[in-house]
C-alpha cells in the first residue's frame, strides 16, 4: 500500500508562486509513474502534470505549461509542482497521483494512489 500526503498549499496572489511537495511511503515510488490534477468547486477533476518513473518524460495541461514545472527525487520518494505567475482560475484542491508502471500517465483511472489533497487559493 502506498500513502501520498501533499503539502505546501496555501493562499497567493494573482501572480504569486507556491511549490507542492507530496511525499510517499513505500520503496516502489522510483517505479511508480506520478501525476498532479486539481479539482476547482462545481468542477470535475482534471489532470495538470505528469512525470514518468526517472523524471525524463512530462507532460503538462496546455494552459499551465510554462508556469508550472512538475520534478521528483526518487532518493526522498517526493514529487514536487512549482507553480508560478499563478493566476486566479489556477484555484483549486490539488491531488497528488501515483499508480504503478514507468511510462506517463494523464487520465484519473490510470493511477491507483491518491493523496488527501492540498488547497490552492489564487487571489486577483
Known amino acids: 500500500q502506498v500513502q501520498l500526503v501533499e503539502s505546501g498549499g496555501g493562499l497567493v496572489q494573482a501572480g504569486g508562486s507556491l511549490r507542492l511537495s507530496c511525499a510517499a511511503s513505500?520503496?516502489?515510488?522510483?517505479?511508480?509513474?506520478m501525476g498532479w490534477f486539481r479539482q476547482a468547486p462545481g468542477k470535475e477533476r482534471e489532470f495538470v502534470t505528469a512525470i514518468n518513473w526517472s523524471g525524463d518524460v512530462i507532460y503538462y495541461l496546455a494552459s499551465v505549461k510554462g508556469r508550472f514545472t512538475i520534478s521528483r527525487d526518487n532518493a526522498k520518494n517526493t514529487v514536487y509542482l512549482q507553480m508560478n505567475s499563478l493566476k486566479p482560475e489556477d484555484t483549486a484542491v490539488y491531488y497528488c497521483?501515483?499508480?504503478?508502471?514507468?511510462?506517463?500517465?494523464?487520465?484519473?483511472?490510470?493511477?491507483?494512489?491518491w493523496g488527501q489533497g492540498t488547497q490552492v487559493t489564487v487571489s486577483s
Open positions: 513505500g520503496p516502489t515510488f522510483s517505479s511508480y509513474a
Open positions: 497521483a501515483g499508480g504503478p508502471g514507468t511510462g506517463l500517465r494523464v487520465k484519473k483511472d490510470e493511477y491507483m494512489y
